[in-house]
């Protein structure tokens, strides 16, 4: 045995190996891209002292142009990775300067024996060489773009991969030998969740939805490229860092599904004009319509469609009339005919449909609300669906063990973040995959059981500030309400000293409040792993109006908690959706948005109980009443630009204006004067103010980042003179891949 010295340093529960590079929490493995591990190993090994910018990007890229945004993205995902919280800090941000490292390190040296003599181990370069490599732009010999790979150069990718199939047979009989042996023999532990995690793909942008091709050596999987403005399906080889795009519609493609011959890949196509499955060959070529269905809206994160495992049908989700909630049906690729499988009676309906690997069960999530699901199964010869889970959390998709055993989830279950759980397909309590980390995404199997491929998701949602002059023009804006979970929602008190906000800092969705300047900051309650928000002052200021998913039945509902905190009361009982609340002038009463006739419209109801009563007739989903208590100014939900009023006392509903498609975002807020509200332009975000007096739109502002688009986040101070929105300072998504996977 040869004798080695074991380089590492030790933080907290951490140790960071210098020797094979890894990162290990209490002896588990964490995965780390490699450029997060040189990042974490910079800062760590900076003696506490302070790293500009300009210096981690010189040591982390030496020969690469990056931009400030890649760093931050690398600390983030560190921050998130260490799970530090505002008690036990690692990593401090020192503002218009740089980072520190502010926990206490050890550096230690031992001398040991390697684990597994007679066997040659690669070397740290030959590893690094097979990881997928970051994507930036080289100073020299840059990569060609992964959108214009020819099929030609991929077909010629996958004949060098048949014509050594047999050596790479003899490597897999050598790897699971060496596997049984360590299995049997070896000391350490058995344990299921030892794997090793590595990147798949490192592009800018949003990459998800992986789908293993049936041999398991390629993956297709759902980009929005590198500037994030349009999802296409593409597929690549492990092992080699360039794509194949198979799509180039300027519609957005997602769900991607292999055939079981591994020739074709079917995915869904949403546009204005409707939604649709495809199918398109593997190395690219023409497409063919499979069916179109009622429009999508459910988030694209499952993935899923999925193909019966002999080939001929696909499991989508469909339903009859826009009434109904979305069903199950097997689809005949060969005559285009469906048949249903599910038949819910309420709520979104049936979602992410997955054939288990043996052909006998479909599993799936059916959706009472948006955020709100459980895991069901249904035999695909016919019957009863059973429901496997019972706690109405957030669902983001699925997959099946090879055995067809087990099925494996996304989901909220024990905070605010989405992990990873399995579970028996018989039923059985959920068990944590604790050596996957948070953020997890859409799990793919492959077929051979032995890879498991997610999505690790980055988003990082921040409170900033802009102050106006007496003209109403924004100087440059402050961030002021931070973390590195997502913070959104803010209201200012009445009084202006106070600013409320949800976070999930504190492990699951809450309500916090702050001080005006962003200091002192105080969880008045914590929902779990219920979906939270849009928290409302009332005018007098003791109260806070929010809405959550924390009722048994999982509908989202309207509460109310003191300012000074307490127990919340439930203010809304029906079982149909009840969500964003706003308060009437005089304090008494709530508006918010409800489906409880149908279709999503605006409710009224007293505080101290009482009957409610609807306002709108044809649409809406949020609003704020008049200062002068004389009209309500609504929009209409996603889907529907513009802001409209109604007269309180009855009359026509009207549109107000729909410039630059306000109201389509939930960033806006009435004032005496007019409608401040944030507009999407090509050109980027922009704060804009309609004026109730000329009807005319003039510029307030231009945001520097994209603003949260599923929560609200604009409030504007009492005086008039500040307003507050919530931005996304960091967002992304890539796929990794756990080897070993049982």
């Given at each position: 045995m040869h004798q080695h010295v074991k380089h590492f340093y030790q933080f907290g529960p951490f140790h960071l190996e210098l020797t094979d590079r890894t990162l290990l929490r209490d002896g588990q493995f964490v995965p780390l891209t490699p450029k997060a591990y040189e990042t974490l190993l910079v800062l760590v090994e900076s003696g506490g002292r302070i790293l500009d910018k300009e210096?981690?990007?010189?040591?982390?890229?030496?020969?690469?142009?990056?931009?400030?945004?890649?760093?931050?993205?690398?600390?983030?995902?560190l921050r998130k990775t260490l799970g530090e919280d505002l008690a036990h800090p690692y990593i401090e941000t020192i503002p218009r300067r740089g980072y520190r490292f502010v926990a206490s390190v050890q550096e230690v040296r031992q001398e040991g024996k390697d684990q597994y003599p007679g066997i040659e181990t690669p070397s740290l370069p030959e590893l690094e060489a097979r990881q997928p490599l970051e994507s930036e732009t080289r100073l020299a010999n840059p990569r060609p773009s992964p959108a214009t790979i020819s099929r030609a150069a991929w077909g010629a990718q996958l004949l060098r991969i048949r014509r050594f199939w047999p050596a790479a047979l003899l490597g897999v009989a050598f790897v699971a030998a060496v596997a049984f042996w360590q299995s049997v023999w070896s000391p350490r532990s058995q344990s299921t969740s030892q794997f090793r995690a590595v990147p798949l793909t490192?592009?800018?942008?949003?990459?998800?939805?992986?789908?293993?091709?049936?041999?398991?050596?390629?993956?297709a999987f759902m980009?929005?490229?590198?500037?994030?403005?349009?999802?296409?399906i593409y597929i690549k080889l492990l092992g080699d860092e360039t794509p194949l795009r198979l799509t180039t519609n300027p519609s957005a493609d997602s769900k991607p599904a292999w055939s079981p011959d591994g020739n074709f890949i079917a995915f869904l196509r949403q546009s204005a004009e409707g939604s649709a499955f495809y199918l398109i060959p593997a190395l690219g070529g023409a497409e063919r319509k499979l069916a179109d269905i009622s429009p999508y809206r459910i988030p694209s994160l499952g993935n899923s469609p999925y193909f019966s495992p002999d080939g001929k049908y696909l499991a989508i989700p469909d339903k009859s009339t826009a009434e109904q909630p979305m069903s199950l049906f097997l689809l005949s690729l060969e005559t285009g005919e469906k048949r249903r499988l599910t038949s819910p009676s309420a709520g979104n309906g049936d979602h992410y449909p997955a054939f288990s690997p043996d052909g006998k069960t479909l599993a799936?999530?059916?959706?009472?609300?948006?955020?709100?699901?459980?895991?069901?199964?249904v035999p695909v010869a016919?019957?009863?669906?059973?429901?496997l889970t019972f706690d109405s959390l957030t669902i983001s998709g699925l997959a099946w063990t090879s055995d067809s055993r087990e099925i494996l989830f996304s989901s909220r279950r024990g905070g605010s973040t989405v992990n990873l759980w399995r579970m028996p397909a018989a039923g059985g309590p959920p068990r944590r995959v604790d050596t996957i980390g948070k953020d997890v995404v859409s799990p793919a199997v492959s077929l051979q059981g032995d890879r498991l491929a997610y999505t690790q998701t980055l988003d990082d949602m921040n409170i900033w500030r802009v102050e106006l002059d007496s003209s109403r023009r924004g100087k440059p804006a402050v961030e002021l309400i931070a973390s590195t979970f997502s913070d959104h929602g803010p209201d200012y008190s009445p009084d202006g000293s106070s600013i409320v906000f949800a976070s999930g800092r504190s492990g699951g969705d809450g309500i916090w409040v702050c001080t005006s300047d962003g200091s002192a900051p105080r969880l008045l309650f914590d929902c779990g792993p219920y979906v939270t928000g849009t928290p409302r002052w009332s005018p007098d200021g003791r109260w806070i109006a929010y809405d959550s998913r924390s009722g048994s039945a999982g509908n989202p509902d309207i509460y109310l908690v003191s300012a000074n905190g307490g127990q919340p009361r439930r203010l809304t009982t029906d079982t149909a959706e009840d969500v964003v609340p706003s308060w009437s002038r005089d304090g008494r009463s709530l508006y918010f948005g409800s489906t409880r006739s149908g279709s999503m419209q605006i409710w009224k109801a007293p505080i101290g109980g009482g009957t409610a009563v609807q306002i709108t007739r044809d649409g809406g989903f949020e609003c704020f009443e008049s200062p002068d208590g004389k009209h309500l100014y609504y929009t209409k939900g996603r889907g529907s630009p513009g802001i409209w009023r109604v007269s309180l006392d009855g009359g026509e509903?009207?549109?107000i204006t729909d410039h630059h498609q306000a109201g389509l975002w939930r960033y806006w807020r009435v004032v005496d004067e007019g409608i401040y509200f944030d507009s999407a332009t090509k050109a980027g975000s922009l704060l804009e103010f309609f004026s109730f007096a000329t009807a005319q739109v003039s510029d307030v502002a231009r945001l520097a980042k994209g603003l949260g688009r599923h929560a609200p986040g604009l409030a504007v101070s009492p005086d008039g003179r500040s307003i507050l929105y919530a931005q996304v300072d960091q967002s992304g998504s890539d796929l990794i891949m756990a080897e070993g996977f049982r």
């Open positions: 210096e981690l990007l010189q040591k982390i890229w030496p020969d690469t142009f990056v931009e400030e945004v890649s760093l931050a993205k690398k600390i983030s995902v490192s592009f800018q942008g949003r990459e998800w939805q992986a789908a293993f091709s049936p041999s398991g050596n390629q993956i980009w929005d490229g590198p500037q994030g403005d349009n999802p296409d799936f999530v059916r959706v009472g609300s948006w955020s709100t699901g459980d895991l069901y199964v016919g019957g009863e669906s059973r429901r509903e009207r549109l």
